[in-house]
């Protein structure tokens, strides 16, 4: 549940008055570490804090003599010639009236100069989706128009079917090569929902025959089975094999972290391509990592499959895994140049609806070591 408004302001007040508790202090850190909203509620505060105490401070300066020099500095426009002005009580006030939107100005087109940057650069750097029919042809989906292969009509993001009902079928094996930074999603010819995580390939037939319904993952994804008692669904991966009949669970076979099938509801069957299976149950992950033995672990469906709505949560992980998984998720091109902070541990969430910088700002945030940079269209982290 996130902290009311009201509770925030009553932080931020006793923080910025000297009068927090330590315990709040603390809760407070955290907060403008990880949610961006209290980062940016915190910034203001501070800001206006800062506007109050100058302009107390301005009751004891030589009026005259600052405006003079600030009017100095400020370029003049033709159009509207600058008037000297009386001294008065109001003059910082009206300072401040004429200074503060132009910094907001500059603060608002440097963000979004950074911004323009940083999408220009995922934009052009972004590789697409990619569609390989049986014989090799390959279409790239480029957002701009479908490509239909058979019963499929592909879009940018989802495939549909088309709803032919032709007498002569033709199956084939298509392959969807997913790259880092998108996600796709489509519903196969029984009925069953798929939802490919980024930098993954998924292969499955146009219809499925036989005694069972075959496909193979190789990364991420999620499945919400329709139940066909007389037809098993297997997805077939490298380190296992998960075999159901209805039901919905995720499959993560990324390089570098352990296999895990992740159950939500029904039931699964887990085989490590032997004949020998493992059930588990709603709630429960099939684990298979170095030792190649498959273990059974409770697992939190908030945190595994937070990834469906773009958020992905880091308890406690290394800057390098971060890494890995930013890169992957966002297409981004981050990196590490100091070895010394890549084993570093932060705690917080991507949400990739969100610009990169959020995530970097918070990482820079919560360490006073690891600095960024942006460098020959690379984010460099030392």
């Known amino acids: 549940m996130e902290p009311l408004n009201e509770q925030i302001e009553e932080l931020i007040a006793d923080k910025l008055s000297g009068q927090i508790a330590p315990e709040n202090d603390e809760l407070l850190a955290q907060l ?39 009017r100095a500095k400020m370029p003049l426009n033709e159009e509207t010639p600058v008037k000297k002005l009386k001294p008065s009580n109001y003059k910082w006030f009206a300072a401040a009236a004429i200074l503060i939107p132009l910094l907001l100005t500059a603060l608002w087109f440097g963000l979004l100069r950074s911004n323009v940057k940083f999408n220009e650069r995922h934009a052009k750097n972004a590789e697409r989706i990619k569609v ?9 989906l480029d957002g701009n128009k479908d490509v239909t292969a058979g019963e499929l009509k592909f879009g940018a993001q989802s495939a549909q079917r088309t709803g032919q009902n032709g007498t002569q079928r033709k199956n084939q094996i ?70 159901v009949l209805g039901t919905k669970f995720n499959v993560n076979t990324y390089p570098g972290n352990d296999a895990q099938a992740s159950l939500v509801e029904g039931s699964v069957a887990v085989s490590d391509h ?26 939190s469906a908030d945190q595994i499959l937070s990834w469906l709505h773009g958020t992905y949560y880091f308890n406690n992980m290394t800057l390098r895994d971060i890494v890995n998984i930013t890169n992957r998720a966002t297409g981004e091109d ?21 610009p990169i910088k959020v995530l970097l700002e918070n990482i820079k945030s919560s360490s006073s070591v690891v600095q960024y940079q942006i460098k020959d269209g690379k984010i460099e982290l030392y």
Not at 132 to 140: E, K, P, V, W
Not at 334 to 354: C, E, P, V
């Open 174 to 243: 298509i392959t969807l090569a997913i790259p880092e930074g998108k996600t796709y999603a489509l519903v196969l010819d029984d009925g069953t929902s798929v939802k490919i995580n980024s930098a993954s390939t998924f292969k499955f037939p146009m219809f499925f025959e036989g005694h069972s319904r075959e496909v193979q993952l190789d990364g991420e994804a999620y499945f919400e089975v329709t139940k066909r008692n007389h037809q098993p669904f297997v997805v077939k991966t490298h380190e296992m094999d998960v075999k």
């Open 132 to 140: 390989i029919l049986a014989d090799g042809t390959t279409y790239i």
């Open 334 to 354: 981050l990196y590490i140049t100091d070895s010394k902070i890549a084993n570093y541990r932060f705690s917080g969430a991507l949400q990739t609806g969100k």
């Open 32 to 70: 403008i570490r990880t949610d961006e909203s209290v980062r940016q509620q915190w910034e203001a505060s501070v800001a206006l804090l800062s506007l109050y105490r100058a302009s107390k401070k301005a009751e004891h300066i030589n009026e005259q003599r600052a405006w003079d020099k600030l």
């Open 274 to 299: 032997t004949t020998k299976e493992l059930l588990i149950k709603p709630g429960q992950a099939a684990i298979k990592g170095s030792s190649n033995i498959i273990r059974v672990e409770a697992f």
